[in-house]
C-alpha cells in the first residue's frame, strides 16, 4: 500500500500560478502510475493529469497547456503546476496512486483505476 499527503493548495488570483505537490510513502514509488483529480461540490471527481512512472504524461482537455504534472521519484513525490488560472479551476485536488495493469489510455483518466488517494488540497481562485 501507499500512502499520500498532498500539499500546495490556497487561494490565489486568477492569472496567477500554484505548484502543489504529493508525497508517497509506504511502497515503491516508481511501482505506480500517478494522476491529479479535482472535485467541486456536487459534481464528480474529474481527471486532470496523469504522468507514468518513466515520465509519460496525460491531460484533460481543461487544463492542456496550462497545467504541467511531474514527479521526483528519488523524493517519491508528483507535482502539478498551475499556470493561468482560471475561475473554473477552484477545487479540491486530489492525488491518486495506481499500479494497476494498463489496459487503454483509461487506465490513467479513470478515477475508478486508482487504488489510493490522498486527503485533498483546496484551490481557491480569486477573480
Known amino acids: 500500500q501507499v500512502q499520500l499527503v498532498e500539499s500546495g493548495g490556497g487561494l490565489v488570483q486568477a492569472g496567477g500560478s500554484l505548484r502543489l505537490s504529493c508525497t508517497a510513502s509506504?511502497?515503491?514509488?516508481?511501482?505506480?502510475?500517478m494522476g491529479w483529480f479535482r472535485q467541486t461540490p456536487g459534481k464528480e471527481r474529474e481527471f486532470v493529469a496523469a504522468i507514468t512512472w518513466r515520465g509519460r504524461t496525460y491531460y484533460s482537455d481543461a487544463v492542456k497547456g496550462r497545467d504541467t504534472i511531474s514527479r521526483d521519484n528519488a523524493k517519491n513525490t508528483v507535482y502539478l503546476q498551475m499556470i493561468s488560472l482560471k475561475p473554473e479551476d477552484p477545487a479540491v485536488y486530489y492525488c491518486?496512486?495506481?499500479?494497476?495493469?494498463?489496459?487503454?489510455?483509461?487506465?490513467?483518466?479513470?478515477?475508478?483505476?486508482?487504488?489510493?488517494w490522498g486527503q485533498g488540497t483546496q484551490v481557491t481562485v480569486s477573480s
Open positions: 509506504g511502497d515503491t514509488f516508481s511501482n505506480y502510475r
Open positions: 491518486a496512486a495506481s499500479s494497476r495493469p494498463v489496459s487503454g489510455v483509461m487506465a490513467y483518466q479513470d478515477r475508478a483505476q486508482y487504488d489510493y
